[in-house]
Structure formats: structure tokens, C-alpha cells
């Protein structure tokens, strides 16, 4: 996930190792072959600079275009769980002010497995779309009646909202909430709903891979003919410049590839988790619960992410 600290170059590099690798190779040999047969004078046929500087350009305007479609793909993620946290906190607040002088002996445990279901709902949903078992994130947070009840489901998130909206009938029954009080707070459970089923539809709406395959294909056109145009005019040095110039066009095409699919478990992720754990404080501050919580969840084996510090990219 997107964090605000510097990317070590080691992990950039690592990302198109073997490209940089089979690239340095060809322009190696290409470059050692202009300069044999340039001494001996059968040079190669060399191709006109204006030939790569067309194709640049234009692969430049492609990049760029699908570089500008995957980060809206991000930040709609981001701002779906933007809306996430201001309706967690708006459901508690009502729930909590709504029964502010109802005298009820099991109203306070109501609002506080109220207040965790809601917890394990941001958490559940936030691993669920990274493709993990939510059940091992929520268990602390829900009584036992209610982690057997969802454990039925496929769709987690989508029970603990069933479970919500049971809950909230429950309270209008037992005359804690009156029913204009009740259609406030379902209103906000299917805005949850909704954003769900958001961020499904862009967990699970793939990015054209015809897009991507002929984008590619033409950058590693563009890079073959690279050599033969460049070595007229560095020489021996167009092999360095090759390789960075393959490395910028390569690391601006995975960053695409990358911010695309916000919900991969990648460096580049939207923040659910920690998003979630922030939700979890702030409710559990709400109902005067201790918020210097360690998560309780086991953390997440990720041995091949970047190292800040070390400390890992990914915060749990």
C-alpha cells in the first residue's frame, strides 16, 4: 500500500530485473557489433533517429494515457473507503446518541457489539478483496453467537451487515430507537452495501489485457531498435543510455500495471488495512473502549516486500 516514505531504489530495480537484464545483454551485443564491424568497415545498417523518436512519443502518450486510467482506478478505491470511514463513524455516533437516556441494562453491551461488529465489518471487507480468510481477523471482535453465524457465508462482509440490520430491528423493537431513527440507520448500512459492492466491481473488473499486451509490445519494439539508432551518435556510451532510457519507459509501465489493481496485497495497494485499523480505534474511542489496541489478527507473511527502516512497506 501507498505510504508517505521513500521507495528504496533496490526494490524499483527489482521490479524489472529481468527486463533491464535481457535488454543490457542485446544492447551489449549490438553495440560490441557496430563497433567490430565499424573497424572494419561494415558497419551495420543504422536506422534514423526520427524512427525510435516517433515511436517514443507516441508509446509516451500511451503510457501515459494508461497511467491516468489505472490511478483512477486507485483513487476510486481510496475514495470508496473514504466514504467506509465516514460512515463507521457516523453509525456508532447515531447509534450512541439515539439511545442517550434510554435506562436499559443491556443496551450498553447492545452498542458495543454493535460498535465491533462494525470493526470486524472494515476488516473483513479490507482482506476479503486481498483475497485472504477474513475469519482469522475478526475473531476477537465478535461474540461467539455471531462469528458462527457468518462463518455460514461465503460473503463475510456481506452477513456481518445482515447481522447489523438484524440488530438495529432489534432496537426498534425493544423501543431503544424509534423508526424514523431506524430508516437513518438502515440508510447508512446500504451505504455500506454500496460500497462493497464497489470495490468488488473493481476487484473484479480487469483491465483490458489486448490494452496491455500491444502497449507492450510496442515499448519492447521500440527498445530493439533503439541501439541501432543511438550508437551513430554515442557510440560505445548508447549502451548506458539505452538501459536507462528502457528503465524509466519500464518502471512508468509497471507503475500502470501496479496502480490498476488497488486491492493486489502490493506496496501500491489502497491503505485498507490500515484504514481499517484506523476505523477500529476511532469507534472503540467512541464507546470509551482502551484504543491502544494491538491488532489481534496474525500478520501478514509477505517476505517479498520492501523494508523501510525495517519495518515493512505494508502496514497491518
Known amino acids: 500500500m501507498l505510504l508517505k516514505k521513500n521507495i528504496p531504489i533496490g526494490y524499483l530495480l527489482k521490479t524489472i530485473k529481468w527486463e533491464i537484464l535481457f535488454i543490457s545483454?542485446?544492447?551489449?551485443?549490438?553495440?560490441?557489433?557496430?563497433?567490430?564491424?565499424?573497424?572494419?568497415?561494415?558497419?551495420?545498417p543504422e536506422i534514423p533517429i526520427a524512427v525510435p523518436m516517433v515511436m517514443g512519443?507516441?508509446?509516451?502518450?500511451?503510457?501515459?494515457?494508461?497511467s491516468s486510467q489505472a490511478y483512477d482506478r486507485w483513487w476510486e478505491a481510496r475514495?470508496?473507503?473514504?466514504?467506509?470511514?465516514?460512515?463507521?463513524?457516523?453509525?456508532?455516533?447515531?447509534?450512541?446518541?439515539?439511545?442517550?437516556?434510554?435506562?436499559?441494562?443491556?443496551l450498553k453491551?447492545?452498542?458495543?457489539?454493535?460498535?465491533?461488529?462494525?470493526?470486524?465489518?472494515?476488516?473483513a471487507l479490507g482482506r476479503s478483496l486481498r483475497g485472504r480468510d477474513p475469519m482469522k481477523y475478526i475473531?476477537?471482535?465478535l461474540s461467539v453467537e455471531d462469528y458462527e453465524y457468518v462463518g455460514r457465508y461465503t460473503n463475510i462482509p456481506n452477513a456481518l451487515l445482515e447481522l447489523h440490520g438484524r440488530a438495529i430491528g432489534k432496537a426498534?423493537?425493544?423501543?431503544?430507537?424509534?423508526?424514523?431513527?431506524?430508516?437513518?440507520?438502515d440508510e447508512i448500512l446500504t451505504r455500506f452495501s454500496d460500497s462493497m459492492g464497489k470495490c468488488e466491481r473493481i476487484k473484479n473488473t480487469i483491465f483490458p489485457s489486448t490494452y496491455s499486451i500491444y502497449i507492450h509490445l510496442a515499448l519492447n519494439f521500440f527498445l530493439m531498435l533503439l541501439p541501432f539508432s543511438l550508437f551513430g551518435i554515442f557510440n560505445l556510451f548508447e549502451i548506458?543510455?539505452?538501459?536507462?532510457?528502457?528503465?524509466?519507459?519500464?518502471?512508468?509501465?509497471?507503475m500502470a500495471i501496479y496502480l490498476q489493481d488497488p486491492f493486489e496485497n502490493k506496496p501500491t495497494d489502497t491503505p485498507v488495512s490500515t484504514i481499517a485499523n484506523n476505523i477500529q480505534r476511532d469507534l472503540q474511542?467512541?464507546?470509551?473502549?482502551?484504543?491502544?489496541?494491538?491488532?489481534?489478527?496474525?500478520?501478514?507473511?509477505l517476505p517479498d516486500y520492501p523494508y523501510y527502516k525495517g519495518k515493512p512497506y505494508y502496514q497491518l
Open 172 to 185: 426498534y423493537q425493544k423501543g431503544w430507537i424509534n423508526a424514523y431513527q431506524q430508516g437513518n440507520m
Open 25 to 44: 545483454i542485446y544492447t551489449i551485443v549490438i553495440g560490441t557489433l557496430f563497433y567490430l564491424l565499424e573497424v572494419n568497415k561494415h558497419p551495420l
Open 109 to 123: 453491551e447492545f452498542i458495543r457489539q454493535y460498535t465491533f461488529r462494525q470493526a470486524a465489518w472494515c476488516q
Open 57 to 66: 512519443t507516441v508509446i509516451s502518450l500511451l503510457l501515459g494515457f494508461r
Open 79 to 106: 475514495q470508496v473507503w473514504g466514504a467506509i470511514v465516514n460512515d463507521s463513524r457516523s453509525t456508532v455516533r447515531q447509534l450512541i446518541t439515539f439511545t442517550t437516556g434510554v435506562e436499559d441494562p443491556e
Open 240 to 254: 548506458p543510455m539505452v538501459i536507462l532510457i528502457a528503465a524509466m519507459f519500464m518502471l512508468i509501465e509497471k
Open 285 to 301: 474511542q467512541m464507546i470509551n473502549e482502551d484504543a491502544s489496541f494491538v491488532p489481534p489478527y496474525p500478520p501478514m507473511e
Open 139 to 141: 475473531h476477537s471482535l
